[in-house]
C-alpha cells in the first residue's frame, strides 16, 4: 500500500468510485507532468449530494457545513487525480486548487470555507499539498450545490 | 487541408477571424507544448453578439439558446487556438475547459449549458477532445453575455 | 539590478512584501517552466484593504477605482512570482491573467475593469507581458474586495 493511501487510511478516509464522465468530458486529463481536474462537487462516498449542501452562503448554508462540503470536493479531486495517476505516490506536487462558493454578494469569508478543501490537500499530501489557490463567490453552480473545487497536479 | 479542418467542413463549421486583441491581452499564448486560450464569448460568424445572447439563465435567457452559445464560444476558441498553432492537426488534447455561464441564484442546469461547448470538442476533436472541465454560474460576463468558455490544449 | 526591476522603479513601482500565507495554501506554486500564482487581493503597498475597494461594481465601486484596484492585485500577483522566481529576468512570458470582478449582474464592462491588470503587466514586462485572459463578474470575493486577479506564468 502507498503511503498516501496509508494516510488516506489513518485519516478515515476512504476515496469514492470517482464520478463517471456523463458527458463529453472526463473527470481528469494528464498532459506531461501536469494532471488537471474537472470541477468536483461534495458528493459523499455514497455519490449524493446531501440536501444541507444545496443553497448560498449567506443565505440556506451556514460555513462550517460548506467548509465540510470543501473538504469532500478535495476528497473526491483527489478519487479523480488517482484515477489517472494510480499511485497516488506519484503525486510530486499539488499545485493549484481553484475554489468556487455559491454566495450572498454580502458574504465575503468565503476563503474560510476553501480551507476545508486546502486543510484536506496537506493533511493528505503533507508539505507536497501547499498549493497556489483562488476563492472566489459565485451565483450558482451545477445542481445547486454551495461549493466546487477543481485541482492541478504534478506527477511523476 | 488537414484532417481536423476536413471535420470541421464536415460539421458546416466556418472558423471565424479570430477577435483581434482589444487591449494588452492576447487569445491565446503558447508555452512549451501547452496552449492557453482567452475566454471567448460567443460571437458569431461576422463577430457579433446577438442580443439573443444577452442576458442570463433563470432570466432573459433559455438554456438550448445557451447552450448554443457555449458552441459558438467552442468555435472561437478553436479560431484562437489555430492562430497561434497553425495547423488543428498538432492538437494533441484538449486538455481544459472553463465554462462561465451568466445565471441567477436559482438556476442549477449550468452543466446542461456547458455541454454545448463540450460536445463541440468531440465532434471535431475525436476522443482527443475529451477534457477535463468546471462550470461555474456567474453575476456577469463581458458585453453581458450569456456564456463565455476557456480553454487549455495540449499541441505538438 | 535587473531590467525588470529597472522598469518597475521607473514606474515608480515598490512591490510589497508577499503576503504571507494564511493557511494551508501558498503565494505561488513552480511546476517545471511554469508558475502558478495565487488569486491576490487589491492590498496596497502596506498590506491594507483600502474601505474604497470593498464592494461591488455596478453598486458601490466606480470602474476607474475597481481598475486601479486591479492594477494593485497585478503588482501583488507580481510580487509572489518574485518570490517564487527570486530574478523577474527569468520571466519568459506572462501566460495567463485570470480576473474576477465583484459586481452586479447589470454591470457589464468588467474587462474595463480588468485593463488595469493587463496594462499592468505590459508596462512591466514588454510584449512578454501580453498574455491570455479570462475576465468574469462574481457574486463576492474575499474580504468583500471588488477585484482578484491569478496568473501563470512561462520562467526560465
Redesign the interface.
Known amino acids: 500500500m502507498s503511503k498516501v493511501e496509508d494516510r488516506l487510511g489513518e485519516l478515515g478516509i476512504v476515496l469514492p468510485q470517482p464520478a463517471a464522465?456523463?458527458?463529453?468530458?472526463?473527470?481528469?486529463?494528464r498532459?506531461?507532468?501536469?494532471v488537471?481536474?474537472?470541477?468536483q462537487l461534495p458528493f459523499d462516498a455514497e455519490g449524493k449530494l446531501a440536501a444541507s449542501l444545496v443553497g448560498?452562503l449567506g443565505a440556506e448554508i451556514a460555513p462550517d457545513a460548506a467548509k465540510d462540503g470543501a473538504r469532500l470536493c478535495a476528497i473526491n479531486v483527489i478519487a479523480q487525480l488517482k484515477a489517472v495517476v494510480g499511485d497516488l505516490d506519484r503525486v510530486r506536487?499539488v499545485?493549484?486548487?481553484?475554489g468556487?462558493i455559491?454566495?450572498?454578494?454580502?458574504?465575503?469569508?468565503?476563503?474560510a470555507v476553501m480551507?476545508g478543501a486546502?486543510?484536506l490537500?496537506?493533511e493528505v499530501f503533507g508539505d507536497a499539498?501547499?498549493?497556489?489557490?483562488?476563492?472566489?463567490?459565485?451565483?450558482?453552480?451545477?445542481?445547486?450545490a454551495c461549493v466546487?473545487v477543481?485541482g492541478?497536479f504534478?506527477v511523476e
Open positions: 464522465p456523463v458527458a463529453n468530458y472526463v473527470g481528469a486529463v498532459s506531461g507532468s501536469t488537471v481536474v474537472s470541477g448560498r506536487r499545485v493549484r486548487l481553484g468556487f455559491a454566495a450572498t454578494p454580502e458574504f465575503t469569508t468565503v476563503a480551507n486546502s486543510d490537500m496537506v499539498g501547499r498549493h497556489a489557490r483562488s476563492t472566489i463567490g459565485v451565483a450558482g453552480l451545477p445542481m445547486g466546487e477543481e492541478m504534478e
